[in-house]
């Protein structure tokens, strides 16, 4: 028997993604069902499964026995809940980060966790889907830089695409809106601190500094623009950047980047663009004590959707550790607690 | 007349390009002297220069009215005596950087250079002397990338050399010691500092957060081996990360990055470097919102050391504000004294 999952709140463009990573991987999607059925999103990923059924009541795909998972890219506030709601009813959950905005969804969430034996994924995708993030891990639990001492992680992103989902309309107001998007840094730097825990080997971390600015938006004052953090774990530091000022001269959404030092050489990914240089994507460079070498990474295979099914089958956590999972979630609330609030406006 | 000019205190090499940026803007070299004769540097430098007498009493140059400027490149403590020196005999000096490793330097030194009416120029090099760094600051000025919001700045350094002057024995002792070099933020990212104030505009910033770690030399406990910092100013943030890691296979000393977003675009130079791709130096990269460019900048002409001799015939100050010039040098000697210690022996 598939494992049959239903998606539960469509409001960012990443249900995509995860709806196709787990349909590729043998699930079955049985159902969905959103609070804004009128969103962009909900629309366009309703009419890419027309056969699949849709419920103005989520709560029916939440209680139904047959479903084993729960995916969500509801807005980022409302994720919390949601997994709440299918933790309590025995499901596995599967959710786009950030996966929680605060200490209390967080804490409710652990407790479930521990309780219900099901898990919580929250897809920090680039580590899961971004093949030359994955072969940087690969090098460095191989020794090729020697013992990792910062993770270097810059993830700028475009606010408005000429071919967005919206018809070019730009982004929903929920975008804008910090109570509801939950801060730059604990949504699109969660990848970052995912990536500095997992290599640098760090089971736990801390937030040296951390600040969120709003640089160039005038009209939404409350919208954070830019953000950076410094990290520290036993071991090692690590720094992120995030901004919303991808110029649209990029042929991408953003030109991330993340560089790793050891002491023994270091690793830079250029994971989306190689900027006036080679075509594609996840370009890896490395430096080490014998030379220099360009990997191209297209070939890297991805297995993060097929160990999330092999979980709720098996009843494993290989996709991601839980503890892992919940460490980069308090980060990320503990980063944007303590950042401090820039405003040029 | 030409600018006549003696170089006193020949620790470090970097003393080379300052007496040849000299020479070449058409200054004479009238004397020699260090407190340390046996140093490498200072032996090679005589060995280049045989016809410039060598002084065994520095005061002797510092007090010899025909002689309008003092170069050093001292061990980096020994900069701010011999800078206070120089100018209280009426001198414009040229320093290494970093000029001083102490707030009780610096203000001797503000108050000397507001006496005497002299100038005190520390060469923060790359901006100066790295094509790519000027031509980055021509296109911010132009407003090719709209304002800048931050500056991130990459100042890996590589420690033992095989081609290293002391033939290979590694670094000198005074390299090791905290005392004597100042600290791994205050010494080699200063260079980063000076770009952060230059390329935001800014006359003032402040450390939000700063480290130094060492991470991997348990022979030397006081070493830094990494440090970073954040910085703001009155409208950007700024992030510096310098390290001793660069491996033996990478083809030059460092892997010098910077990063300039803006609110229209970015700039990333790849200033010593282009890992695995273009030959040669001072590569830059471009996005903004029509597009992307490649500028190799080998051809941007350098002028700063043709602009310190026209200071001292002209007394003006044209090759680099006085005040930007203390501002850099109160913010690295901050970083050093907020930095958080990370000893990892």
Redesign the interface.
């Known amino acids: 028997m598939p494992v049959r999952f239903a998606a539960v709140g469509l409001d960012h463009a990443h249900i995509f993604g995860m709806v196709s990573g787990l349909l590729e991987a043998g699930a079955e999607l049985v159902g969905l069902a959103s609070d804004d059925p009128d969103a962009a999103v909900c629309q366009q990923l309703r009419t890419m499964q027309p056969d699949v059924p849709w419920f103005d009541d989520a709560q029916q795909l939440i209680d139904d026995p047959t479903i084993d998972l729960i995916a969500t890219a509801a807005i980022p506030v409302r994720r919390g809940d949601i997994a709440i709601a299918a933790l309590e009813a025995g499901k596995d959950v599967l959710t786009d980060k950030p996966g929680v905005v605060t200490y209390d969804q967080l804490e409710a969430i652990k407790k479930l966790v521990a309780e219900k034996g099901r898990f919580w994924d929250v897809v920090f995708s680039e580590r899961f889907n971004v093949r030359s993030a994955i072969k940087a891990g690969e090098l460095v639990r191989a020794g090729r830089?020697?013992?990792v001492?910062?993770t270097?992680g810059?993830g700028?992103h475009r606010e408005r695409d000429r071919a967005h989902l919206s018809g070019g309309s730009g982004r929903p107001d929920w975008f804008y809106d910090v109570t509801t998007y939950g801060g730059i840094l604990n949504d699109i730097a969660s990848h970052q601190i995912d990536q500095f825990l997992w290599l640098t080997g760090s089971a736990a971390g801390d937030v040296?500094?951390a600040?969120v600015?709003n640089?160039?938006h005038p009209d939404h004052p409350d919208f954070q623009d830019?953000g950076?953090m410094?990290l520290?774990s036993d071991?090692?530091?690590g720094?992120v950047?995030v901004?919303w000022?991808?110029?649209?001269?990029?042929?991408t959404w953003g030109?991330g980047r993340l560089?790793i030092?050891?002491?023994?050489?270091?690793i830079?990914l250029r994971k989306y663009v190689d900027?006036?240089?080679r075509p594609g994507t996840d370009h890896l460079?490395v430096?080490?004590?014998?030379?220099?070498?360009?990997i191209d990474c297209s070939d890297v295979e991805l297995t993060f959707f097929g160990d999330v099914i092999a979980d709720v089958t098996n009843r494993t956590n290989t996709a991601v550790p839980q503890e892992h999972t919940f460490e980069v979630s308090r980060l990320g609330i503990l980063a944007q607690e303590k950042a401090?609030v820039?405003k040029?406006f």
């Open positions: 830089i020697g013992r001492v910062q270097l810059l700028p040296v500094s600040t600015a640089f160039n830019f950076d410094t520290a071991t090692a530091q720094y950047r901004d000022f991808t110029p649209q001269g990029l042929p030109d560089v030092v050891g002491t023994e050489g270091y830079e900027i006036e240089g460079f430096a080490d004590q014998q030379g220099t070498e360009y401090t820039r040029l």
